[in-house]
Each structure stands twice: as C-alpha cells, then as structure tokens.
C-alpha cells in the first residue's frame, strides 16, 4: 500500500510539500542571492544559472555584463492612492556603477489582479529614487498560462508606463532558464523545482479522446482543457471570465468560470457558472468533473448576516426559486442530474451543479448555459434585472 501526503505518492522533494506562491517566493530569494561578487567566486555554476534568471528578468542579453545583487525584499509595501500593497520580491542590484530595482511579480494558480502590476510600478515612480532608466518589472508564472492571460501580460509590456522595461517569464521559459549544464544542476533545491516544474509540463491534444483521461491528473493539462474549452463558442459566446485553482480541506480544485450575469438587486449581485476539476490519480477509471451554478452575494457572508439576521433565509428562498426555474423545466429524459446538496451562505454559494465526464463538455456546458437562461427569465418575472453593462 503506498504511503500519500495529501493523496498524492510519498515523495522526498521539498516543492510537492511547499507549494504556496510564498514558497516559490523562497526559492526565488535564494537562487537570486547567489548573484553576488562573493558567490561568483566560491559557487560559480549556482551564480551562472542566478545570472541566468537575471537577465531574463531584467530584458537582457546573456552576453551582458553582471548585475550584481546587493539587496532582496519580500512583500515591500507599497502605497497608492490611499491603497496599499505588497510587492512579491524587490531586488536592488549594480552594474556598472549604477542602481538598478526589480520588482518580481511571481504566480503560481493565481493571474494579475486588480491592476496590480501597473499600481506597483506607478506608486514607486512617484518615490524619489525611483525612474523608468533603473526600474524593471517582470511577472514569473510558474503555472500553465493560457492564452488570454499571456496576450493580456504581452499587452500590458508594451505600454509606454513600463518603457520596455516589463518582461513575462511563463511556465517553459522558466524551466529553460533553470536547466543547464554543470554542477548547479546537481543542487538538490535546485534540481527538486526543476523537476517538479519539468512534472508540470505535459503538451495533450483534445482533438485525441485519449487525452481526455488524463483530465484531473495533472494542472497543465487542466489548464489545457480549459484553454481547448475557451476557444469554443459554447464559452466564447457567454462571457469567459478567470481561470485558476481554489485550495479547501479537500485537496482544492482548478476552475473555470463563464457566463456572469449581474443585478440590479440584493442578495445576489451575480450569478454564474463554475467548472470545477479535483485531482485525481491516472489510475482511477471515474474522474468526475462538475459544473456549478453559483451566486455571488453583494459583501463578504458575516458584514451581510450582521446587517440582516434574515439574510439566510432570504437567500435560500431566492436560491430555491433558481433551482426550481431549473428543475421544473425538466422533463426527466436529461442527460445529467442537477444537484442541489453542498449549500451554504458565503460570499460565494452554490445553487446546484451537475456531474460530467470530461469528453462530455459539449453537452455539459449547452446544458448549464440552458439553466442560466431560464434562471435569468425567472428573475426577471420577479422583477430582479440584469444590468445591462458592466465591467
């Protein structure tokens, strides 16, 4: 009997254990750390694959010169507009006499949020030392990065705010970046994120039914999946809205979420739907995949039910009326069950959901994009309307 951590095979590298972006943050710090004058001496193939990562970073050449670093910061705070932030790493660095500044915005489930890189970037030009000649800013993803994240990165580097002085590093730059000839690639830290970014990296085509087993087992080939699924315009068509990985007691799942629609009238202020993929083993045979119906309440649940002790009733009558707009509409001859257990008040509940294997994605989909229609029809008559635009 195999011995799991966390469902998966007992393994001896550090990163299937550490796997929070603090922890990437970690080994990012000490890889960077041996890029000083001391360690170009005492540990040279550590400080060339340092180097390495570096440049790429800063938008240089291999061949340049060194930059040494002098000085690394994690979650520096920033403040902006009576916001405040905290940068990933900040790294202060020399070449050539002159001071140079790297902001380090690194991803593993998570993209760009909240304008965050430009708010980062600006705030600190408003300081003194900073100037669009020694302020670089680069956005590392470990992670698969789907097309429209990349296209909105590559879009965002060439505005005039970053003066070519943003890069993006995904998922297969990086492990290109960290993999090289030589005693560094024998360091153990080192060597167990290469290979667990090397584990990551797995090319499918879904145009192959075999690749669809492989589902659930592997987070670049969800990632994938929802790329592959977001070119349809069973999604294109309804509002493709994020992508990403949820972390809960239950080992977390990757996600998908599509066809918002919001109002114009508490308890909810959107309703969409959420594909949801566990992980599984390559060897369990029934690898169950859902697509949720849920509701987005206007606050956080405990501001809400603190303003209004009625408030869970008022939402599981409302969340009735969804579910039965949707159940009374069946005629029993459908292909999956809609389900509606695993209710509670949140931010975000669940209204029901429906149980799929992968290669039913078709059906799956035109059926929960069906239900949201005669969800939106039944609001309506109870006069809750959708706002017609909105970003």
């Given at each position: 009997m195999a011995i799991t951590y966390k469902g998966e095979f007992l393994t001896h590298n550090m990163f299937d254990y550490a796997t929070s972006e603090l922890s990437q943050d970690a080994f990012f710090c000490w890889l960077l750390s041996y890029s000083t004058q001391?360690?170009?001496?005492?540990?040279?193939?550590?400080?060339?694959?340092?180097?390495?990562?570096?440049?790429?970073?800063?938008?240089?050449?291999?061949?340049?010169?060194?930059?040494?670093?002098?000085?690394?910061?994690?979650q520096k705070k920033i403040i902006s507009k009576d916001q405040q932030g905290y940068i990933d790493i900040f790294v202060t660095l020399k070449n050539k006499g002159q001071t140079l500044y790297l902001i380090i915005e690194d991803k593993i489930n998570t993209g760009e949020h909240d304008n965050q890189l430009t708010k980062y970037y600006s705030a600190l030009l408003q300081e003194q030392q900073y100037n669009c000649d020694n302020l670089f800013l680069s956005y590392v993803k470990s992670e698969y990065m789907i097309k429209s994240e990349k296209q909105a990165m590559e879009s965002l580097k060439e505005t005039k705010l970053f003066h070519g002085h943003m890069t993006v590093i995904d998922q297969t730059m990086l492990l290109q970046i960290l993999r090289q000839e030589g005693d560094a690639a024998e360091h153990i830290i080192l060597n167990d994120f290469i290979k667990k970014l090397n584990d990551k990296i797995t090319v499918v085509n879904f145009n192959d039914s075999a690749s669809f087993q492989l589902v659930g087992t592997n987070s670049t080939v969800n990632y994938e999946y929802f790329e592959f699924l977001t070119q349809l315009d069973i999604i294109k068509d309804h509002k493709f809205c994020w992508c990403g990985y949820v972390n809960n007691a239950r080992g977390g799942f990757h996600c998908l979420t599509w066809n918002e629609h919001k109002f114009d009238k508490e308890p909810f202020s959107s309703i969409y739907l959420q594909m949801e993929i566990p992980p599984y083993s390559e060897e369990e045979e029934n690898k169950e995949l859902r697509i949720v119906l849920k509701l987005k309440a206007y606050e956080e649940k405990n501001a809400l039910l603190a303003a209004d002790p009625d408030l869970g009733q008022k939402i599981r009558a409302v969340r009735e009326e969804i579910n039965a707009s949707i159940l009374e509409a069946d005629n029993g001859e459908e292909e999956f069950s809609y389900e509606t257990k695993y209710f509670r008040i949140g931010h975000t509940m669940r209204a029901g959901y429906i149980a799929f294997d992968a290669e039913e994605y078709r059906k799956a989909i035109q059926t929960m994009n069906t239900y949201v229609d005669r969800v939106l029809e039944a609001l309506r008559a109870n006069h809750i309307h959708e706002v017609e635009a909105w970003e």
């Open positions: 001391q360690d170009k001496k005492e540990y040279g193939d550590l400080f060339r694959v340092s180097q390495s990562f570096l440049k790429h970073m800063l938008g240089k050449e291999e061949s340049d010169c060194e930059y040494f670093v002098e000085k690394i910061e994690r």
